[in-house]
């Protein structure tokens, strides 16, 4: 099965500065990846995702990677807020409807 | 309607109880899911359903067993629960494309606590 490997586990940035997450997949037929924002006691929601027929997306403060050769991708927020302080998953996933999640990178942005 | 609704939010039931976690959503999503989440962990698929259908069985224990009785609900019964079953537990629902898996909606969850 997908193996998803996240990196770094927690991340502390100086607000207004930039953080960057990254994943890693084995399955080479897995061709969606979304990343996941969960807040401390809230659900887990998409903020955005890349299928494997695109290198970047980006939506206004994040942006996604996908470099299909390496097998891997990183997520990329700008302009850090406070409000960016979440616990961040990736996800790769083949055409079978089953998210195989990294293990989560905890983002602290600093005041 | 954007959200999925999960109940109860939170459960404690003993090891010989039987209970159910309900989840609904309107709108027009025919996969559903159930997710177990532990502490600082993420989520671990349990159930699908595509079109009412059970499609896949992560190999979870019978003490849960799911039920699809239509398109807009989702129930996930338990019985003999042990310890180690306390977890968050995420409904979500989805669009069926024909790419893989859409973005997944998920409920608050329900915080359950075995004794």
């Known amino acids: 099965g997908e193996n998803v490997e996240q990196h770094p586990s927690t991340l502390s940035v100086q607000e207004g500065d930039s953080a960057v997450i990254k994943c890693t997949y084995s399955d080479s037929a897995s061709n969606y990846f979304p990343w996941y924002k969960q807040e401390l006691g809230k659900r887990p929601q998409l903020i955005i995702d890349i299928r494997s027929n695109v290198g970047e997306k980006k939506d206004q403060r994040i942006a996604v990677t996908l470099n299909k050769t390496a097998k891997h991708f990183s997520l990329h927020i700008t302009e850090t807020q406070p409000e960016d302080s979440a616990v961040y998953f990736c996800a790769a996933s083949r055409d079978d409807y089953k998210l195989s999640f990294g293990a989560g990178t905890t983002v602290t942005v600093r005041a | ?115």
């Open chain 2, 1 to 115: 309607d954007t959200e999925v609704t999960q109940t109860p939010k939170h459960l404690v039931m003993g090891m010989t109880n039987k209970k159910s976690l309900k989840c609904e959503q309107h709108m027009g999503h025919r996969a559903m899911y159930w997710y177990k989440q532990k502490a600082k962990k993420p989520p671990e698929l349990m159930f699908v359903y595509s079109y009412e259908k059970l499609s896949i069985n992560e190999s979870v224990p019978s003490r849960f067993s799911p039920e699809c009785p239509n398109s807009s609900l989702l129930n996930l019964h338990l019985h003999a629960l042990q310890p180690e079953d306390s977890a968050l537990y995420l409904c979500a629902s989805s669009h069926i494309t024909g790419q893989s898996t859409g973005e997944l909606f998920f409920g608050e969850g329900s915080r359950l606590t075995v004794l």
